[in-house]
């Protein structure tokens, strides 16, 4: 047996040591928490690690991730600090004259929801014909920031069959739905696998350095495909995967063969009840309101995902929906209310099925999910990025605008809650997270800083299907997954002024975290680690 022991820092572990400054780890699991001289005494032969007055808190789990697609943005032509369409434009002229033999020029990240004030003409996504004047005869594919639109150029466009005839289509507008999905499975197919996977260790290398020791890949038949898909299974790479498939099935037979076709841990993820509000396919009961003339778009029906609930439900696998509107919300309520009567709240649970997303879930859609033991895969980031006056959410939704992404209502309701990024929809960045979970938009809606970071550690090892109480956690019996950080100030911060003081009182032996206030200095990684080996370490770069 090989014991570590981690001296001299503050370790994040539970009320019974919120002093803890040491820590020891024999073969990759935590045996002891306390203080340094008691962990010399326990642990004489041990190797010495000095943490220098570090903090050392659980790692991190990011439970909603496009890998292939968050390593191109880190390696490639990231549009998201673009602030108009001229500038969107400058951005892929420099790109294909910098990257001349790319097979194709994939882009995402355009915001044209935050280019409303750049002016006329300046505040649409680029053509087709804005495309080609700057690309020629390149096949191009720039994605929308929520991946559920793309701009495309005509040699991309002309080498889809059909694509004129399909749902979505525009001549010159970004396309949406099947229109989308069919253009992005083409320009996916022109990534080499040798590009593809560079893609995949990129985005795991830059997980790792923001203190994340596991994610959740979501692919699906429109997302990723099934090569790419198959291709996270053959990384070498010490962040854990856990891989969603999400393809519809209709009986357990079916569910039981696609997880051994595609090597999916389960099925789900990303399955598209709708889209997303930034490209105008969530699926609402009423129509948006900067667009009177559609409610968004509808992937499945409510058959179809009745029979892919009760489906997997039978064959024991996990399940999830990707749902953002209201209406793709009360879809899935429906159909989950109806097995649960059928097969019973406990077979349910069991499966501990998904919500990604769950942006306009209702108190009683909550209380039901919490009967049935789901888990919300939410993102806290977006609110950050699209909440607020004048912003995406008031622009498709005017006053239903501020009742997205209610995190204080679903735990309130006992629904899990598991924390991610959707990179590269927004970045990999786990202590901002926590930030805007705490500081939402609507302060109605926030929680802790103290529940936020649970969902982002706990919360994410428990929607992989991992709740055995300790992983997550840094107390003895659990995984060493840690990571270390530079920091300013701990605190132990409540919700709202509101809350009852017990719980921020020094008496109560409530572990500090740090600040998380808007403008306070976030935390800066320095090490990373899954099982006790070190997989990122600031010091070796």
Excluded at 164 to 170: H, R
Excluded at 229 to 254: I, M, N, P
Excluded at 338 to 354: F, I, K, N, S, Y
Aim: glycine share 10%; with cysteine; net charge negative.
């Amino acid at each position: 047996m090989t014991t570590q022991l981690l001296l001299g820092g503050i370790v994040y572990s539970s009320p019974a040591t919120p002093d803890a400054t040491a820590l020891a780890i024999t073969d990759g699991t935590v045996v002891w928490v306390g203080s340094d001289d008691v962990g010399r005494a326990l642990h004489p032969d041990a190797e010495i690690v000095d943490l220098g007055g570090r903090f050392v808190s659980p790692a991190f789990v990011d439970s909603h991730v496009h890998l292939t697609d968050t390593g191109l943005a880190l390696g490639g032509l990231d549009l998201s600090a673009v602030t108009s369409r001229s500038q969107c434009l400058r951005e892929l002229s420099a790109y294909v004259a910098a990257y001349p033999d790319e097979d194709v020029i994939w882009g995402m990240g355009w915001d044209d929801s935050a280019w409303v004030e750049a002016g006329p003409g300046e505040d649409v996504a680029p053509s087709t014909a804005d495309l080609d004047a700057v690309a020629g005869p390149r096949p191009v594919y720039l994605a929308r920031i929520d991946e559920h639109s793309a701009a495309a150029s005509s040699a991309l466009r002309e080498s889809v069959d059909g694509l004129a005839g399909e749902a979505g289509y525009d001549p010159q507008r970004p396309l949406v739905a099947a229109a989308h999905h069919r253009v992005r499975g083409v320009a996916r197919g022109l990534i080499t696998p040798a590009g593809r996977r560079r893609a995949q260790q990129r985005a795991l290398d830059h997980a790792a350095a923001h203190g994340v020791a596991a994610v959740h890949e979501n692919g699906g038949p429109d997302i990723s495909g099934i090569d790419d898909f198959r291709s996270l299974a053959e990384l070498d790479h010490k962040v854990r995967v856990r891989r969603y498939w999400g393809q519809c099935v209709t009986t357990a037979d079916e569910a039981r063969a696609v997880v051994a076709d595609t090597g999916a841990h389960a099925i789900g993820g990303d399955l598209f009840v709708d889209g997303a509000l930034g490209s105008h396919t969530a699926l609402l009961s009423q129509p948006y309101t900067d667009d009177p003339h559609t409610c968004g778009v509808g992937y499945l029906d409510l058959d179809q995902v009745r029979a892919h609930l009760r489906a997997t439900t039978q064959a024991g696998i996990q399940a999830g929906f990707h749902v953002i509107g209201d209406a793709a919300a009360a879809m899935v309520a429906t159909a989950m209310a109806e097995v649960a009567d059928e097969l019973g709240t406990p077979a349910l649970a069991r499966c501990v099925h998904r919500l990604e997303h769950a942006e306009m879930v209702t108190a009683a859609q909550a209380e039901l999910f919490a009967r049935c033991g789901v888990v919300a895969s939410m993102q806290p980031l977006f609110d950050a990025a699209w909440g607020g006056p004048g912003r995406l959410y008031e622009q498709r939704l005017g006053e239903r605008g501020d009742g997205l992404n209610d995190f204080a209502a679903l735990a309130k309701a006992g629904v899990a809650l598991a924390f991610s990024s959707d990179a590269p929809v927004c970045p990999i960045d786990p202590w901002a997270t926590v930030r805007a979970a705490a500081h939402h938009n609507n302060p109605a809606s926030a929680i802790s800083p103290r529940a936020a970071f649970a969902a982002a550690t706990r919360g994410g090892w428990r929607a992989g299907g991992i709740n055995d109480g300790l992983t997550g956690t840094l107390v003895p019996g659990a995984p060493a997954h840690y990571a270390v950080w530079e920091i300013d100030d701990l605190v132990v911060a409540a919700s709202s002024s509101d809350v009852q003081r017990w719980s921020t009182d020094p008496r109560s032996r409530v572990p500090g975290l740090p600040d998380v206030a808007p403008g306070a200095r976030l935390p800066q990684c320095v090490q990373t680690a899954v099982a006790g080996e070190v997989i990122y370490s600031r010091d070796d770069r």
